[in-house]
């Protein structure tokens, strides 16, 4: 998953939390990145039409933003679960942190093909405790 | 959340490899699905370049799979075994309706695997982490497996143009 996408995709879950438009110091903490950095990148996302920015409110995904943001999520939560289902691992979370920035969609999808994600993915992503509320530590496949 | 391409310690290249060896067992235990699931009238139209390449990507595959381990064994790590992932494989498999399906799996195959093999370099590359493994034989291994992936997308978009 590129930068942008990670973004994109922060915003959308900092939009959830706040009910509203995502705030730069909201979005700094989730991406652990400086607030100029935020800005720097929020600027970019909204010269390509993803995002609009209003000055003190903060940022919000457009339609194209928000499918954008959708795919990037669904492809973190199918880290999460191959993670969780697949390998075992208990610390999914932050494992999946570390490793979506190397780990493309198209690589997301093979992972998909084996499996168990529920319907509605990733509307029942916990955007406060990062991860899908139907997917416990050591859910695992077998 | 980790922001910009980089393997940064060896649990996160451990993760990595694991990744890749399911990778392959994904590879390994569909093209053996396609084998056995083709509907009998389409089973006899699968030629037999075709079956050649179903049989040697699973070969292929599972050598992969062997060099992945012997860098995760360096990790001092385990791998998801073939079985299992063939189980996981089994539970949500749903088969090609015909032979171009067969090989448009394949080519999705063999495109992901090289992508995940170009992204994982670019990590190393990008890091400057000393790893439990040698990294000059990590880079070789993953750089000559995702050479083979790229041919593997060849070969098959070659037996597709010439069956268009």
Do not use: W
């Not at chain 2, 030629?47 to 179903?54: K, N, P, Y």
């Amino acid at each position: 998953m590129n930068t942008a996408d990670q973004y994109l995709k922060a915003i959308y879950l900092a939009q959830r939390i706040e009910e509203g438009p995502a705030s730069t110091g909201t979005l700094a903490d989730l991406l652990e990145v400086s607030p100029a950095s935020v800005n720097e990148m929020v600027g970019k996302l909204e010269d390509r039409e993803l995002v609009e920015h209003e000055k003190y409110k903060g940022a919000t995904l457009t339609d194209e933003g928000l499918e954008r943001a959708h795919n990037a999520l669904q492809t973190y939560c199918i880290i999460e679960r191959f993670l969780t289902n697949v390998l075992e691992v208990d610390e999914f979370r932050e494992e999946a942190r570390a490793l979506e920035s190397v780990i493309d969609d198209t690589v997301a999808e093979r992972l998909d093909t084996i499996i168990d994600r529920p319907a509605q993915c990733p509307d029942c992503f916990d955007a406060e405790q990062d991860h899908c509320e139907l997917l416990e530590s050591g859910d695992h496949a077998k | 959340m980790s922001l910009g391409q980089r393997v940064s310690n060896d649990r996160q290249l451990t993760r990595l490899l694991q990744i890749g060896v399911v990778l392959e067992e994904v590879v390994e235990s569909r093209a053996a699905h396609h084998l056995e699931t083709l509907p009998p009238d389409e089973r006899d139209a699968v030629d037999g370049e075709v079956e050649t390449l179903l049989v040697d990507a699973a070969e292929e595959s599972a050598d992969h799979r062997e060099r992945l381990e012997a860098l995760i064994d360096d990790l001092e790590a385990e791998t998801v075994s073939y079985e299992e992932i063939n189980t996981l494989v089994d539970a949500q498999y749903g088969p090609p309706e015909d032979t171009d399906g067969v090989l448009y799996d394949q080519l999705a195959n063999e495109e992901t695997a090289y992508k995940f093999y170009d992204d994982l370099i670019a990590a190393i590359d990008a890091s400057e982490t000393e790893f439990a493994v040698d990294r000059g034989r990590l880079l070789d291994t993953l750089t000559t497996i995702r050479e083979e992936e790229k041919e593997g997308a060849e070969e098959v978009t070659e037996i597709m143009e010439r069956r268009a």
